[in-house]
């Protein structure tokens, strides 16, 4: 069973940027997708952004053209590159990972923008 872990959280003023990551460990097998989400205070978990083990890219409307997800299948790592940050993006971030037969999540990391 693989295991998620997240960093590169912190907390930032609107406008900054902040590069978040994901790797994983033990036994992952693909094809997979790789995923960003994030929990607001007081809100549901939503999907950020997406992408397969062949690099293909999805995105929530609020985040298109802010936010950039990549992957390092070699490195079994993800990345969230998040670019003008706004307060509205506070929140903690899970990554997670799907695959045919599983699925796993990381602890999360907080995002804090202040305005």
């Known amino acids: 069973q693989g295991h998620l872990v997240e960093s590169g959280g912190g907390l930032v003023q609107a406008g900054d940027s902040l590069r978040l990551s994901c790797v994983a460990s033990g036994s992952i097998l693909s094809p997979n997708v790789m995923s960003w989400h994030r929990r607001a205070p007081g809100k549901e978990r939503e999907l950020v952004a997406d992408i397969t083990y062949g690099g293909r890219t999805n995105y929530a409307d609020s985040v298109k053209g802010r936010f950039t997800i990549s992957r390092e299948n070699g490195k079994k790592t993800m990345y969230l590159q998040m670019n003008s940050l706004k307060p509205e993006d506070t929140a903690v971030y899970y990554c997670?990972?799907?695959?045919?037969?599983?699925?796993?999540w990381g602890q999360g990391t907080q995002v804090t923008v202040s305005s």
């Open positions: 997670s990972i799907t695959g045919t037969s599983y699925s796993i």
